[in-house]
T-cell receptor
Framework: GAVVSQHPSWVICKSGTSVKIECRSL??????MFWYRQFPKQSLMLMAT?????????EQGVEKDKFLINHASLTLSTLTVTSAHPEDSSFYIC????????????????FGPGTRLTVL | SQQGEEDPQALSIQEGENATMNCSYK?????LQWYRQNSGRGLVHLIL?????REKHSGRLRVTLDTSKKSSSLLITASRAADTASYFC????????????FGKGTMLLVSP
């Protein structure tokens, strides 16, 4: 159980276009999803925390208007990179956290396989 | 700022050998988690150790936690080529709804 999927796995786009990445929890409801960005051979940097039905909480330095996050349902969160530029090229990973009331839950997160974005 | 700092940054060993990775952190935690990431893939949760625990085992994995030194170690025994991956520690300051802070990771290469 606890499977998280991302779509697409990779995307190549032209500079100035917008790209939408989907994150789905397949077998559990995720009230909270997280979006991370990872540069080659580096750690994950948290971009934002997405709560179902409310606005996302962005980390310092992350542009809200650049990285639009929507968490419209308990199983789906989307990240839209607007007007993408080459410097936005990165590996984007989402994770989902089951409801806290799940027995034994200790802030364990389940990660999607990631989306490789390349902006030309 | 990064909470967890792993060392070494990279580790190369032969199959059958043990691999030890260390993680240091700066602030108090509720629990510390270790994750594994294969190249170009998402993270897989390996093991969670709570602040009141000192050692935990899961298969070939052994994790220790020393809250007085603010450090943790991950030991993989009898390593296999399939263990080749990056390993990250992540700290959780409060149980429940807090965010995790990831360290920089250790790249492990296990040669046949």
């Amino acid at each position: 159980g606890a499977v998280v999927s991302q779509h697409p796995s990779w995307v190549i786009c032209k500079s100035g276009t917008s790209v939408k990445i989907e994150c789905r929890s397949l077998d559990f409801q995720a009230t909270t999803m997280f979006w991370y960005r990872q540069f080659p051979k580096q750690s994950l940097m948290l971009m934002a925390t997405s709560n179902e039905g409310s606005k996302a909480t962005y980390e310092q330095g992350v542009e809200k208007d650049k990285f639009l996050i929507n968490h419209a349902s308990l199983t789906l969160s989307t990240l839209t990179v607007t007007s993408a530029h080459p410097e936005d090229s990165s590996f984007y990973i989402c994770s989902a956290r089951p409801p806290f009331l799940r027995e034994g839950s200790y802030n364990e997160q389940f990660f999607g396989p990631g989306t490789r974005l390349t902006v030309l | 700022s990064q909470q967890g700092e792993e060392d070494p940054q990279a580790l190369s060993i032969q199959e059958g050998e043990n691999a030890t990775m260390n993680c240091s952190y700066k602030t108090s935690i509720n629990n510390l988690q270790w994750y594994r990431q294969n190249s170009g893939r998402g993270l897989v949760h390996l093991i969670l150790i709570r602040s009141n625990e000192r050692e935990k085992h899961s298969g070939r994995l052994r994790v220790t936690l020393d809250t007085s030194k603010k450090s943790s170690s991950l030991l993989i025994t009898a390593s296999r080529a399939a263990d080749t991956a990056s390993y990250f520690c992540a700290t959780d300051p409060n149980s429940g709804y807090s965010t995790l802070t990831f360290g920089k990771g250790t790249m492990l290469l296990v040669s046949p």
